[in-house]
């Protein structure tokens, strides 16, 4: 079955740190790969994509995301983070060459940033 | 940039009553989701829409929940008959399903549905 892995449940670092969020998936074909952040009592907001092309991906404030097919992952990196930062991550995936098919959610990372 | 709305954006209902979700996906989009995120949880698909049927649905979305697009714009979700665990944010989700096109589901600000 397709499934979206987070090892870390909870992060915790000071502000200037470096992050970096695990996210593993067990897919047989092509995968489209997102990174959604969840701020507390808000929606859904897309970090970044990959659906083909340059496997370095960069999104929205300051994050990237690197697709390496051997090991199945799509790791989320943020050199410095703030404050501000601090939310729940969700690594998702779906199948196809299309934004058609059903998209599967990691269990989320919650990140905390020591002002 | 155009947007999926939903609403209510909050929904407090007594066990066992009906509920309709409400969602305008945006206008030229084909494609048509309903997610949901029980408080704490991850977020799990429902089901999806196209071409005036559902396309795939999970384990979740059993007979008590139906979804529809009663004319051109909107798409509801329908609970018969709510329990206590289908307290959940409920997102609504489009997408243009186009091949090659590299344009993610787009995702509503969801509705919190509350069941007392």
């Known amino acids: 079955a397709q499934s979206v892995s987070q090892h870390n449940h909870h992060v915790i670092l000071s502000e200037a740190a470096s992050l970096e969020l695990g996210c593993n998936y067990s897919y047989g074909g092509t995968v489209n790969l997102f990174w959604y952040v969840q701020y507390p009592g808000q929606h859904l907001q897309l970090l970044l994509k990959y659906f083909s092309g340059d496997p370095l991906v960069k999104g929205i404030k300051g994050f990237e995301a690197e697709f390496i097919k051997s090991k199945f992952s799509f790791n989320l990196r943020k050199p410095s983070v703030q404050w501000s930062d601090t939310a729940e991550y969700f690594c998702?995936?779906?199948?196809?060459?299309?934004?058609?098919?059903?998209?599967?959610f990691g269990s989320g990372t919650r990140l905390s940033i020591r002002p | 940039e155009p947007e999926v709305t939903q609403t209510p954006s909050h929904q407090v209902t007594q066990m066992g009553q009906e509920v309709i979700l409400r969602c305008v996906p945006i206008s030229n989009h084909l494609y048509f989701y309903w997610y949901r995120q029980i408080l704490g949880q991850k977020v799990e698909f429902l089901v999806s829409f196209y071409n005036n049927e559902i396309s795939e649905k999970s384990e979740i979305f059993d007979d008590q929940f139906s979804v529809e697009r009663p004319d051109g714009s909107n798409f509801t979700l329908k609970i018969r008959s709510t329990k206590l665990e289908d307290s959940a944010m409920y997102f609504c989700a489009s997408s243009d399903g186009q091949l090659y096109s590299n344009q993610p589901q787009h995702f509503g600000d969801g509705t919190r549905l509350s069941i007392l």
């Open positions: 998702a995936a779906s199948t196809g060459y299309s934004s058609a098919s059903k998209i599967i």
